[in-house]
């Protein structure tokens, strides 16, 4: 059995390591790795990935990882 496990990066994005797949909203698959970066400041222009666009904006994160 394979494990995730999801860290959110200190001012940065969500980073998902272990076999994963992610899917668009109508199931289809856009991305299978086994570590990929979730945005969570909303600048990305490649969401739901990261594009490094977090440190353009500033973004400071309210979680410590
Ligand atoms: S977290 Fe990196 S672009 Fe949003």
Redesign the pocket.
């Known amino acids: 059995m394979s494990e995730v496990s999801i860290t959110p990066l200190v001012d940065?994005?969500l980073e998902v390591s272990g076999a994963c797949r992610v899917n668009a909203s109508d199931g289809t698959e856009i991305r299978s790795a086994d570590k990929v970066?979730l945005?969570?400041?909303?600048?990305?222009e490649k969401k739901p990935f990261?594009?490094?666009?977090?440190k353009k904006i500033g973004?400071v994160s309210n979680v410590e990882a």
């Open positions: 940065g994005p970066y945005c969570r400041c909303g600048a990305s990261c594009d490094g666009s977090h973004f």
